[in-house]
């Protein structure tokens, strides 16, 4: 059972920025993609940035320029560095991976932007 831990959530004024760390209880080059999501209150799940296993990354138009998905080999980590956060940044983070058609996710972490 692959099992998926975050940290890094918390409250953030309107600009500021947080950093988000997901450490997967197997090595992250077992999965195809590993990547964050985020869920807003009565909103869907929605992707925010998508890793694959060759270090390629995709992003929501809504964080491109001001998030960044990165990894680190030795830690076996993924992070996600969230700059110039806005109000509508906030939600719900959660860490996904998948390999052969299944998907795991992490237990979700809140991120607040609010003044």
């Known amino acids: 059972q692959v099992q998926l831990v975050e940290s890094g959530g918390g409250l953030v004024q309107p600009g500021g920025s947080l950093r988000l760390s997901c450490a997967p209880s197997r090595s992250f080059f077992i999965f195809n993609t590993m990547g964050w999501y985020r869920q807003a209150p009565g909103k869907q799940r929605e992707l925010v940035a998508a890793?694959?296993?060759?270090?390629?990354?995709n992003y929501a138009d809504a964080v491109k320029g001001r998030f960044t998905a990165s990894r680190d080999n030795a830690k076996n980590t993924v992070f996600l560095q969230m700059n110039s956060l806005k109000p509508e940044d906030t939600a719900v983070y959660y860490c996904?991976?998948?390999?052969?058609?299944?998907?795991?996710w992490g237990q979700g972490t809140q991120v607040t932007v609010s003044s």
């Open positions: 996904k991976a998948d390999r052969y058609e299944r998907d795991y």
């Open positions: 890793m694959s296993r060759d270090g390629r990354t």
